[in-house]
């Protein structure tokens, strides 16, 4: 049963978000990151009525903007009875008590506004813990005054899910509990995930990775035939699915993992060890990449940064570069306006830099299906590789 969104006491909750980026950071690249975290906005189910940037060569210290901004907000979230504040960093204690006390609204940072997204699409009873430890410790230096404004609040909504109103009052030895509870809860499903993971070994294990919202449970789907949640909204899939498969009679396991994000909270890959751990323990990672999208060469390296986070690097990766129909459409385009005649197709794609650049690398459609038959027979090869490599004996003999 898939998770609802939760129940507010407005149809629907209200938001303005508000950035700061550095002054050599373009007005294309900020706009950018804004519709990120819009959506991010959109996934927990509030809306974002208006966007405030200040540039500036750091953010304040007090109130993360300054003075002239801060009053401009006042007057912006006083007007439109605006119901929070989403701010595209994370916000000091001290940042959030300040803003609290001048803005009188939820003042939600971008790990807040990630862990609540988490704690709405987790649905296993490991997944649901692992949510739980990161609010929890999230919320330990923070504790100070915190949600005074919000006790008052009737009917929760964005940012207060999980530890709940019960949790606002409690003093850091009560968290500071919950947190080693919830330690040795996870540990117990850690052992759990330990033997199971043991009782496959010597199968080739297989993870799709990859940036928020690039398509993994699609071609999950197409793959191994399976019924995983895909929906496009950022981490529509938080828990780790795996599915057995077999390819010329050769068995693997796929797994399908959580989407990484720029600025993802180090709280939540502490958290999320067990889920991580089926990145950790693969043989081979499907690198999926949003080709359509501006900024999926950033994509990759924030993708690549997480995967040396978690000392999973140096493993053989396949680049699977998703979305070709958008990608073209695009393109398309782009060409009428130089010349009306000319029509790009993937065979354009696969003779690119980012060909060049990477390999292997595969160019699909999961949508439309194109090439699947081509990333299948790319996994073959890299499955059939490793698996011969283990158990030389089931080597096809060369006469």
Not at 139 to 166: C, D, F, I, Y
Not at 261 to 278: A, G, M, N, V
Not at 282 to 300: A, G, K, N, R, T
Not at 306 to 320: M, N, R
């Amino acid at each position: 049963m898939k998770n609802q969104l939760h129940i507010t006491a407005k149809e629907q909750e209200t938001a303005v978000l508000v950035a700061v980026p550095e002054y050599r950071q373009t007005d294309e690249k900020t706009k950018e990151y804004l519709d990120e975290l819009a959506f991010l906005t959109e996934t927990v189910g509030a809306k974002s009525l208006k966007r405030f940037v200040q540039k500036l060569d750091k953010p304040d210290a007090k109130t993360y903007v300054g003075k002239g901004k801060l009053e401009e907000i006042i007057a912006y979230v006083k007007e439109h009875k605006v119901d929070m504040v989403i701010f595209d960093d994370d916000l000091s204690p001290s940042q959030v008590r300040n803003l609290e006390r001048e803005l009188e609204v939820k003042i939600i940072d971008r790990s807040l506004l990630i862990l609540d997204i988490f704690a709405l699409r987790a649905q296993t009873a490991t997944a649901r813990a692992q949510v739980e430890l990161a609010q929890y410790r999230y919320l330990l230096p923070r504790l100070t005054n915190m949600w005074t404004h919000l006790s008052r609040q009737k009917g929760g909504g964005v940012a207060m899910r999980g530890p709940g109103e019960t949790e606002i009052e409690t003093d850091r030895r009560i968290v500071r509990d919950k947190i080693s509870l919830l330690k040795e809860k996870l540990e117990k499903f850690e052992k759990q995930n330990y033997e199971q993971r043991k009782s496959r070994s010597g199968i080739v294990r297989v993870s799709l990775v990859g940036y928020t919202n690039v398509g993994k449970s699609t071609i999950m789907n197409l793959l191994t035939k399976a019924d995983v949640f895909a929906e496009n909204k950022l981490f529509a899939t938080v828990d780790a699915t795996v599915r057995k498969m077999v390819i010329e009679n050769i068995p693997l396991l796929l797994s399908d993992t959580v989407g990484f994000i720029r600025k993802l909270p180090t709280k939540l890959i502490e958290s999320f060890k067990s889920t991580l751990d089926e990145i950790r323990e693969s043989d081979l990672l499907l690198h999926v990449v949003d080709v359509s999208h501006p900024s999926f060469e950033e994509h990759i390296g924030v993708v690549n940064d997480t995967l040396k986070d978690i000392h999973s690097a140096d493993k053989p990766i396949v680049l699977v570069f998703n979305k070709t129909d958008l990608y073209l459409a695009q393109r398309e385009q782009e060409l009428k306006e130089e010349n009306p005649d000319a029509l790009p197709d993937i065979n354009d794609l696969r003779s690119s830099y980012m060909a060049k650049q990477h390999t292997p690398a595969i160019f699909i459609s999961a949508t439309d299906r194109a090439n699947i038959d081509e990333l299948r027979q790319v996994l073959m090869e890299q499955v059939s590789k490793i698996h011969f490599e283990r158990y030389p004996h089931n080597a096809p003999q060369v006469e």
